[in-house]
Each structure stands twice: as C-alpha cells, then as structure tokens.
C-alpha cells in the first residue's frame, strides 16, 4: 500500500497563475483533509471532506477550492495564486473518526 | 474557536536527557488529544488520549492527560540523535472531524 500520495512535490508559481493539488489514499479512509503548514504555525486546517460526496471549510480556506472526485481523492485548487500561499501543502486521511489521521509527504509551493 | 498552545516552542538537550513537552487546550466537547512527530516531512502519529484512555507509553516515549487541567504532556527518556523533530499535539472535538493543531515543539538532541 502507498498509504496517502501528493503530486506534484515542488512547484514554484508566479502570483496569478492557477493550480491544483492532487492527492490520493489507497486505505479505503472516508475522510480527507488539506492543512497547510508554516513556519512557527504548525498545521492549519483548509477544507476537508468528512465523506465522498461533502467538503467543507477549515481555519483558513480563503483562496482555496476542493474537489472530492470520488473515495480515494481530495484535490486542492489555488485559482490565482498569492504569495501569501507560499506553503507547504499536506493531504491527511482517516477513518470513521479523524483522530488517527494518516499524512501525505506534502507539496512545498512557492509563489513569486 | 477550539485553541492548542504547546510549551516550549523549542528546546536543545543532549543524548541521554529527558525531554518534557506541554500541550494545553481548549476545546468544546473534547473527544481526544493526539500528539504526533514531524520529521523531514509528514507528521506521524504517536498517541491518542482519550477520557478512557489518559496514559499511553511506547518504549521511552510516555503521555499522560490531565483532562482536570486541559493540558497534556509528552515524556521522552533517554533521548537520541534521531528524536530531534517537531511534536505536534492535536485535539478533537466530538462536534466535528477536525483535529486542531498546536504550533509543535521543536526538539534538538546534541550528541
């Protein structure tokens, strides 16, 4: 098993362009979630998706769109990228409770 | 707004110290308390406190939970090189299924 997967690794933006993260769990979880980390901020919470088929916000979900395509993805979307989402990006999942969740090996996005 | 503080944000000892991490919190309908460790890259998970469950031990790693005080602490015992991390503790709340993170705890261990 993979366990939980993120593409791209690295991506450097200019401010505007548009982007989406993909993410992917092979361990049948439920639910799905999308933190973005900072230095001396440790991880806040996006938007997650308690089950295929909902989303909704997090902490900080202004300038970010989510897609639960179907049980193994949770895609991030950045529309016009800022450098204030200069970040590093992870994808979590868990199951019937979000308590153990299990994390992806993170996006570090840069925007210029 | 649920709130997780951790103390000290950072800290450097040498091999074979004891290592004490705080986390307090507040939270409404509290369901569990998580701590995790970061490496390089993604957080794994260490232990989950709940109201049944407030002490947890894995080898030199030790948690207990204080649900009276709202705060927990992470034990770590004869510390090596490769316990330097940041300590992320999290909690849960029963209303929801997010975790809210605290800002970690940055641990060195000097040979």
């Known amino acids: 098993n993979a366990g939980v997967t993120q593409t791209p690794k690295f991506q450097v933006l200019k401010t505007g362009q548009s982007m989406t993260l993909q993410c992917a769990q092979d361990?049948?979880?439920?639910?799905m979630y999308w933190y973005r980390q900072d230095p001396g901020m440790g991880l806040r919470l996006i938007y997650y998706?308690?089950?295929?088929?909902?989303?909704d916000k997090g902490e900080v979900p202004n300038g970010y769109n989510v897609s639960r395509l179907n049980k193994r993805e949770f895609s991030l979307r950045l529309e016009s990228a800022a450098p204030s989402q200069t970040s590093v990006y992870f994808c979590?999942?868990?199951?019937?409770?979000?308590?153990?969740?299990?994390f992806g090996p993170g996006t570090r996005l840069t925007v210029l | 707004e649920d709130k997780v503080v951790q103390s000290p944000l950072s800290l450097v000892v040498h091999e074979g110290d004891t290592v004490t991490l705080n986390c307090s919190y507040e939270?409404?309908?509290?369901?569990?308390l998580l701590w995790y460790k970061q490496e390089k890259k993604a957080p794994t998970f260490l232990f989950m406190l709940?109201?049944?469950?407030i002490e947890k031990k894995s080898g030199r790693l030790s948690s207990i939970l204080d649900k009276k005080e709202l705060s927990s602490i992470l034990n770590i015992t004869a510390t090596q090189t490769g316990d330097s991390a940041i300590y992320l503790c999290?909690?849960?709340?029963?209303?929801?299924?997010?975790?809210?993170f605290g800002a970690g705890t940055t641990v060195t261990v000097r040979a």
């Open positions: 979590a999942s868990s199951d019937r409770t979000p308590d153990t969740q299990y």
């Open positions: 939270v409404t309908n509290f369901r569990s």
């Open positions: 999290a909690v849960g709340s029963s209303n929801d299924y997010k975790l809210s």
């Open positions: 709940t109201s049944s469950g």
């Open positions: 361990m049948n979880h439920n639910s």
């Open positions: 998706s308690a089950s295929e088929g909902t989303t």
